[in-house]
């Protein structure tokens, strides 16, 4: 099994961590790297998802592929821990 590039970046990983439990879903958190200070963010998966999201984080392949359900910034978010709010929107748009 191959790292995702993310992982093998020093400083670079996301901390990851199981919030709750309530037997239907898992709220997962998942915090960029602690240089950025910024918080942790929760994305709440039904145990179906959250079993997927444990395969890709054991096996890998494409988070969209694997997540198709989840938004772009919901697997943004299991990914890196970064969302839309910690991207400066187009000025233009």
């Not at 709220?27 to 039904?46: A, C, D, F, N, Y």
């Not at 890709?56 to 969209?64: D, E, F």
């Not at 919901?74 to 821990?81: V, Y």
Request: zero cysteines.
């Amino acid at each position: 099994m191959m790292p995702r590039p993310i992982d093998m970046l020093p400083n670079f990983k996301p901390i990851r961590r199981v919030v709750e439990t309530t037997g239907t879903h898992v709220i997962v958190g998942v915090q960029p790297p602690k240089w950025m200070e910024i918080p942790e963010r929760q994305i709440t998966l039904s145990t179906e998802q959250y079993h997927r999201y444990v395969r890709w984080l054991a096996y890998g392949g494409l988070i969209q592929e694997i997540l198709p359900e989840l938004t772009a910034s919901q697997r943004e978010a299991l990914l890196t821990g970064l969302d839309d709010e910690n991207f400066p929107r187009d000025q233009d748009g």
